[in-house]
């Protein structure tokens, strides 16, 4: 998948690629990319937007990077004081990386998962999350299936981040309802609250 314009990971130390974490307690650390097919980190100016629409601080929240890879989303949570921060990727040498990236920042609020983002959605203690973060490869056609999968797991008045390679689907999961939304480049990205229960 070709990255969004101006969205391409920076070469670090080694000839590898990094992203880093722009806000928090590990502001400026770099998060190592490997060379996966689909392996999209978010761009900085998209995740930037987006702590600036939930708050810089996180303090307290339980949130779930849902389908990890490079873990940029899961990492800016925990760097914001997220309570409980959990990682979810299928690939186990992303699994293995994101787990060293972890002990490297000494991040003990995060935890990182070999699982089905989907399927672990769907088994997820209902009502248990503030935040969900969405990023599934553009390609695998998982968006619908992964924001609905998303609705029961999170508290009433907590939110779905979703990131995707075409506008948001007209119609929404009953339950939310669209915050935010904005492009960059092919980037697509949206933030929807659930409703609060009567």
Request: aromatic share 6%; net charge positive; hydrophobic share 45%.
């Amino acid at each position: 998948m070709r990255p969004a314009q101006g969205s391409a990971p920076r070469p670090a130390a080694g000839g590898r690629h990094a992203v880093r974490i722009i806000g928090g307690q590990w502001r400026r650390s770099l998060l190592p990319v490997a060379d996966r097919p689909g392996l999209r980190p978010t761009p900085d100016r998209v995740r930037e937007t987006l702590f600036n629409w939930l708050g810089q601080d996180l303090s307290g929240w339980r949130v779930v990077d849902a389908f990890a890879g490079s873990g940029a989303l899961g990492f800016e949570a925990a760097s914001r004081g997220a309570a409980e921060v959990l990682l979810l990727e299928q690939d186990p040498a992303l699994v293995a990386s994101l787990n060293a990236s972890r002990e490297r920042l000494k991040a003990q609020t995060l935890r990182v998962q070999r699982a089905d983002a989907i399927a672990w959605l769907r088994a997820a203690p209902a009502v248990s999350q503030e935040l969900v973060l969405l990023d599934p490869p553009f390609a695998a056609g998982l968006a619908q299936p992964a924001l609905a999968a998303a609705v029961r797991a999170v508290v009433p008045g907590g939110f779905v981040y979703l990131e995707a390679g075409e506008p948001l689907p007209a119609e929404l999961p009953p339950g939310l309802t669209l915050y935010r939304q904005g492009q960059a480049g092919a980037v697509h990205f949206a933030l929807l609250q659930k409703e609060e229960t009567p």
